[in-house]
């Protein structure tokens, strides 16, 4: 796919946003990354990238997929600032979140960046955490752990990483836990055979905000090799590859592998990085109006601008 915006040669170090939009969105039935969740109909990827422009980010790479990449392409080359500088990279199969950010690789460099999902809306707080964090340089890749309760909506399930963090404030391990929902008494259940089935409000769980340095990239070109071997480190196919298994390589199991030793190399880090935000996404079309009511109520309180821009005023 095509790439717009100006040079990023003189940015340096300057973390780069990478927004994971290749999903087919089968339980949601549409293109999820452009739900109108914003008061004046602005989409997830609008109000996300707001939030990291906000937190000094001015350089995104979209990775998207064949079938719904080029509606977003349209909707990003129309509504998004000229000011901001956008790669758009193709994930031509989908093989994971891990493979899609081999997909960004040759445009990102040996640069540190932050890695989003296109159907959540994290929070500027919670941006802003993660990008200090890459831009103080500490040699540890970082994850923004929310808790379970403010990272729902609706009652519908859902899947949740658990976060186990170490005394040392790093992580230890993501356990995956499915069939997580908000029961009518408001407690917090995962319906999926396992113990505990009750899950405390406060557990912190991981909604795929990752900040990465250029350390991790042998990492995931390993993990995704182990599975795929036809994938190049670029996350490309050879033209007479054998069409690859439908297994997906998922980044949070990349990095447990990581910080458990259990890929090739050192063991490296990854920092928690506790938040008090609310992170809004959408997974059935029963959440939508349910997380457009909670973005305004975020608006209303103050916790997130109404506008992802400029507002028309100022533009």
Request: hydrophobic letters at 45%; zero cysteines.
């Given at each position: 796919m095509s790439?717009?915006?100006?040079?990023?040669?003189?940015?340096?170090?300057?973390?780069?946003?990478?927004?994971?939009?290749?999903?087919?969105?089968?339980?949601?039935?549409?293109?999820?990354?452009?739900?109108?969740?914003?008061?004046?109909?602005?989409?997830?990827?609008?109000l996300t990238v707001g939030d990291?422009?906000?937190a000094g980010i001015d350089e995104v790479v979209a990775v998207l997929g064949p079938r719904t990449g080029p509606a977003i392409a349209y909707h990003l080359a129309r509504t998004w600032p000229a000011?901001?500088?956008?790669?758009?990279?193709?994930?031509p199969v989908p093989l994971g979140t891990a493979h899609a950010l081999l997909c960004a690789r040759p445009v990102l460099?040996?640069?540190p960046f932050v890695v989003v999902n296109g159907?959540?809306?994290?929070?500027?707080?919670?941006?802003?955490?993660?990008?200090?964090?890459l831009r103080r340089g500490p040699a540890e890749h970082a994850l923004v752990a929310y808790d379970l309760a403010r990272s729902l909506v609706g009652d519908g399930p859902v899947t949740r990483g658990t976060v186990q963090v170490a005394d040392d404030g790093l992580l230890a391990w993501i356990d995956e836990r499915r069939q997580v929902r908000r029961r009518p008494d408001g407690r917090f259940e995962a319906a999926d055979g396992r113990e505990p089935a009750e899950l405390d409000p406060s557990t912190p769980v991981s909604v795929n905000?990752?900040?990465c340095t250029p350390a991790i990239w042998p990492a995931v070109a390993e993990a995704v090799a182990e599975v795929h071997?036809?994938?190049?480190?670029?996350?490309?196919?050879?033209?007479?590859?054998?069409?690859?298994s439908p297994t997906e390589v998922l980044l949070p199991e990349v990095l447990c592998a990581l910080v458990a030793g259990k890929l090739p190399g050192e063991v490296q880090a990854v920092r928690v990085l506790r938040t008090e935000a609310r992170c809004v996404g959408v997974t059935h079309q029963a959440d939508?109006?349910?997380?457009?009511?909670?973005?305004?109520?975020?608006?209303?309180?103050?916790?997130?601008?109404?506008?992802?821009?400029?507002?028309p005023q100022e533009a």
């Open positions: 790439s717009a915006g100006g040079s990023s040669a003189s940015r340096g170090d300057r973390p780069v946003l990478v927004l994971l939009a290749a999903g087919l969105a089968t339980r949601y039935g549409g293109v999820k990354p452009l739900a109108p969740l914003g008061l004046h109909g602005e989409a997830v990827v609008d990291a422009r906000a000011d901001l500088t956008v790669h758009q990279v193709l994930q460099g040996e640069r159907d959540d809306v994290y929070g500027p707080d919670a941006l802003a955490l993660v990008v200090d964090h905000l990752f900040g071997p036809q994938v190049r480190p670029d996350g490309s196919l050879p033209a007479d590859a054998e069409p690859p939508l109006p349910l997380a457009k009511a909670a973005i305004a109520e975020l608006v209303a309180t103050g916790q997130r601008p109404e506008w992802p821009w400029a507002s």
